[in-house]
């Protein structure tokens, strides 16, 4: 199967294909009842070259190139016996990647409003095997427990609104302290659009605890999208505050936040932690 989408891909490629749109929108429904046939069991992707997965063939524009650096980075954080929770999963391609691992030694988490998507989630899932070692919720992840509105287009940008704009969803919205319910956590990465600190002040129990705060947090930051009256200072002290110390993926400390990006949030050594909360107490 792998062979025949190359094939394709060069044939549309081909100088002469690429003048000729008309032909390829011909061709194109074809092509895609062709894999929908033959790849049942899904199509084949060596993600940054180091994680075969099997994606849907509805997905088959997914690229093997796929935030290369937060990848590598991620995947060398995990431990044998992880509990790993995706906040944003979209299509699964870090959940399926960290449960494949993981194999049977540890445990994914993952959280997806849009109905779409989680539908391909879903689908990818089971063309890897990962039934038993994924939970997956259809849910937003805020800082309350309810409903709320989402703009709903099927794409990784898709987001929680604060009001009704003519084409948003309602959703399921938890708060990790209730959705985890206690159980510990390793690796938190978060991809929320926007809502970055709710997402983080509805896990205070979580990461308030010792025995349960996760040792590393990836978060994909969105100045662009927050709300006027948050700051990038306000989510850099709720994190310190828990314990951590944040970095850009190039390992330079984050001072402040204004532009879309990924930071690395570690916790700190716990002398360091009972240092900082003696000098609070001061």
């Given at each position: 199967m792998?062979?025949?989408?190359k094939?394709?891909?060069?044939?549309r490629?081909?100088p002469?294909m690429?003048?000729?749109?008309?032909?390829w929108?011909?061709?194109?429904?074809?092509?895609?009842?062709?894999?929908n046939c033959?790849?049942?069991?899904?199509l084949?992707?060596n993600?940054?070259?180091?994680?075969?997965?099997?994606?849907?063939?509805?997905?088959?524009?997914?690229?093997?190139?796929?935030?290369?650096?937060?990848?590598?980075m991620?995947?060398?954080?995990?431990?044998?016996?992880?509990?790993?929770v995706?906040v944003g999963?979209?299509?699964?391609?870090?959940?399926?990647?960290?449960?494949?691992?993981?194999?049977?030694?540890?445990?994914?988490?993952?959280?997806?409003?849009?109905?779409?998507?989680?539908?391909l989630?879903q689908e990818?899932?089971?063309?890897?095997?990962?039934?038993?070692?994924?939970?997956?919720?259809?849910?937003?992840?805020?800082?309350?427990?309810?409903?709320?509105?989402?703009l709903?287009?099927?794409?990784?940008?898709?987001?929680?609104?604060?009001?009704?704009?003519?084409s948003?969803a309602?959703?399921?919205?938890?708060?990790?302290?209730d959705?985890?319910?206690?159980?510990?956590?390793?690796?938190?990465?978060i991809d929320v659009?926007?809502?970055?600190?709710?997402?983080?002040?509805?896990?205070?129990?979580?990461l308030?605890?010792?025995?349960?705060?996760?040792?590393v947090?990836?978060?994909?930051?969105?100045?662009?999208?927050?709300p006027?009256?948050?700051?990038?200072?306000d989510?850099l002290?709720?994190?310190?505050?828990?314990?951590y110390?944040?970095?850009?993926i190039?390992?330079?400390?984050?001072?402040?936040?204004?532009?879309?990006?990924?930071?690395?949030?570690?916790?700190r050594?716990?002398?360091?932690l009972?240092?900082?909360?003696?000098?609070?107490s001061?």
């Open positions: 792998r062979h025949f989408e094939v394709c891909t060069w044939v490629h081909l002469l690429e003048r000729a749109e008309w032909v929108n011909l061709a194109r429904p074809m092509y895609q009842r062709a894999l033959f790849g049942r069991n899904g084949e992707r993600i940054n070259g180091s994680d075969k997965i099997r994606v849907s063939p509805v997905a088959r524009g997914t690229s093997e190139k796929y935030e290369p650096e937060v990848w590598k991620l995947m060398a954080e995990l431990r044998t016996g992880d509990t790993f995706d999963a979209f299509i699964g391609l870090y959940t399926v990647a960290v449960g494949l691992r993981l194999r049977k030694s540890g445990r994914v988490v993952a959280f997806e409003p849009d109905s779409r998507n989680f539908s989630l990818h899932i089971r063309l890897n095997g990962l039934e038993s070692q994924v939970e997956l919720n259809q849910a937003a992840v805020s800082d309350r427990s309810g409903a709320c509105h989402f709903a287009d099927g794409s990784s940008e898709a987001r929680l609104v604060s009001t009704d704009r003519g948003t309602i959703v399921n919205v938890v708060k990790l302290d959705a985890l319910r206690g159980r510990r956590v390793d690796i938190l990465k659009e926007g809502h970055e600190e709710t997402v983080l002040r509805g896990a205070e129990n979580v308030g605890s010792p025995s349960l705060k996760p040792r947090i990836f978060i994909e930051v969105h100045p662009f999208a927050w006027s009256q948050r700051t990038g200072s989510l002290e709720l994190l310190v505050a828990a314990g110390r944040v970095q850009t190039d390992g330079s400390p984050v001072r402040s936040i204004e532009r879309y990006g990924e930071i690395v949030a570690r916790i050594e716990y002398g360091t009972s240092q900082a909360a003696g000098a609070r001061e």
